[in-house]
């Protein structure tokens, strides 16, 4: 009897994967495809820092999922202004330290550069931002959102905890 009922189950299960398959637009594809796309170049991102970070001596970063989730926010707000900024970064901030316990906090912004490569560049060579790559953080925030036109904003959030 088990087996019957775990056969139905699964040809369920399989119809719905189709059904919702089939039935998503051509913009949700879209959608997803460029949301994995700015995964993989923030899983990136996140790998070339841990990898600076012990090339100089430093312990790995962890991700954060509010601080991820604060970049994100950021990172969407700087395209809504078509500039890249700092606003309401204390906002941030107090959020990191009220929920995450946070002792203390960074942020790096960029736009434009077309990859994870590109933009650890810009970072690096750049000293504020390369101090908070390297700098006595235990996790990290990563957002990069294309705008209308297709162009990267960046976002990362540095927190200590």
Known sequence: MKTYYLRNWFVLLCFAVLACT??????????????????????????????????????PLAINYLARELAEEHTRYMITQSDISHDHF????????????????????AAKQ??????????LNSS??????????THIGISAV????????YTQLFLKQ
């Open 114 to 123: 077309r990859s994870a490569k590109d933009v650890m560049e810009a970072w």
């Open 22 to 59: 089939v039935s998503c637009s051509k913009d949700d594809s879209a959608e997803a495809n460029e949301r994995l796309e700015a995964l993989t170049i923030e899983e990136n991102i996140f790998q070339l820092v841990n990898s600076h970070r012990a090339d100089i001596g430093k312990e």
């Open 146 to 153: 294309k705008n209308d036109v297709g162009q990267y904003y």
């Open 90 to 109: 204390d906002d941030r901030a107090n959020r990191l330290f009220d929920e995450e316990n946070a002792k203390r906090a960074g942020e790096n912004v």
């Open 128 to 137: 504020g931002h390369r101090e908070n790559i390297e700098g006595d953080f």
